[in-house]
């Protein structure tokens, strides 16, 4: 099935439509494939299906069940991509899930806390996630900012996050998982020695 670009979005995303769905559209950094999310089931009250497209033509579709929602976050230039999930009325968060060109979960961490920023490298190899705080006073990942290599699970960097980063926007490179924010027109590499 093929994709019909409608407009380009100011906020770099774009809008398609899909047969007899409209669309909104993370692009890969080579605007090469196309993530989205839409609602298939009318009688749920938010969308519930992720819509993966590669130059625009429908590749494949991962559907919630229940009561999930998904929200598109990023995707690689070789389709991997990273989206979050939420859940009930209030869409409170549940997971953040990384999968493959396939429909392959790769990884999945389940938390109530929700993202604030989140990136993938160029080629999918490394994410890196921003949390916001928490109503749930235990949850590890309250205000943490998480670098995490996909291929091999290991964790790069999980650190509390200092007011640069609080609501920085991200940006993970690789070969390495180096890690870039920027927060009020300031840009700086981020190590544990500079936080």
Not at 24 to 50: P, Y
Not at 128 to 137: C, D, I, V
């Amino acid at each position: 099935m093929e994709a019909i670009k409608v407009t380009d979005l100011s906020d770099g995303r774009a809008l398609y439509e899909l047969g007899d769905h409209f669309i909104t559209c993370t692009l890969s950094h080579d605007k090469r494939w196309q993530l989205g999310a839409f609602k298939r089931d009318e009688s749920n009250l938010r969308d519930d299906t992720l819509a993966v497209l590669k130059n625009e033509k429908f590749m494949f579709m991962v559907k919630l069940g229940g009561q999930l929602s998904p929200k598109p976050q990023c995707i690689a230039v070789n389709g991997r991509f990273l989206f979050s999930v939420h859940t009930g009325k209030d869409n409170n968060m549940a997971a953040a899930i990384v999968m493959d060109n396939t429909g392959k979960e790769l990884f999945k961490i389940e938390t109530s806390t929700h993202l604030i920023s989140s990136a993938i490298s160029e080629f999918g190899r490394y994410i890196a996630l921003s949390f916001a705080g928490s109503k749930n006073k235990d949850d590890f990942y309250a205000h943490r900012l998480e670098v995490i290599n996909i291929d091999t699970g290991e964790l790069l960097m999980s650190v509390i996050k200092t007011d640069f980063l609080r609501y920085a926007e991200l940006s993970v490179v690789e070969p390495d998982g180096g890690l870039f924010a920027t927060f009020n027109g300031r840009t700086r590499l981020i190590d544990v020695t500079n936080l």
